[in-house]
């Protein structure tokens, strides 16, 4: 296995190879899990071990592996299935939430993208779980290159977006990427909620823990966007999960 783990280094180096890396990442999937488990290695040594592993296609077929559950078309399509009874429920609340979500709802409510409707929904989500969505989805502008990198070298995890200064969630951004341990993992993503989804499959792909400051919201892409592990709700996401069943 480790003489085809090698082999996979070079493979991915070559264009138009995706079937010779799938079927390798296939045959060695026991042994890598077992590395992965076992050893704890960090995230720099993972991807200098297993770069394919690195990529959004691989993503989804190792959580494939793992759960039996497509990744990110079971969370988009739950996601998409939600949305309107979540604006409902997180629109409601009052105090502080409704203060600090006031902005991502406007600009909600002026938007048809479904690219961006997601993305003001998971943030929305985020506050109104009480933790702090600046913190998960960390947006930075183009113009300050080194101190972004230096900004995110000291991030645990989260998904960053960087846009060109001026522009709003209405344009497109320059990159939407994810670190992990200060580890750029994957980037050019097409969507904040496409990385949120490979976001929680790489949590599962490489063992990790739910960051405790994001622990409310992963707890609901789990438990309520991928529906795993539902009997074992805190009080928090048990509620939330009570009121939108009510509404269907």
Known sequence: MEKVRLELLTEIG???NERVIADKMANTFAYRRHEVVNQEPS???LKDRWPALFTQKEINTEFQRLMAVPLEWKFMAQLDMHSSQLIKVIR???GATRQKIANIMDT???TVDINHRRECVLKALTIFLGEDADGLIKEYLD?????VQRDLEEVTMAVYVIRKEGEGLQEPPEDIGIVIEG???LHELTSVASACAL???LIYALNLAYPKPFRFTFEVLQKIFMQLDQHKMSPKVQNLYIKLQSSQ
């Open 199 to 201: 976001l929680l499959g």
């Open 43 to 45: 995230i720099q040594e």
């Open 108 to 110: 909600l409510d002026q």
């Open 92 to 94: 409601a609340k009052g």
């Open 143 to 147: 113009c300050g290159a080194d101190d």
């Open 183 to 185: 580890v750029e993992v």
């Open 14 to 16: 070559i264009r138009d």
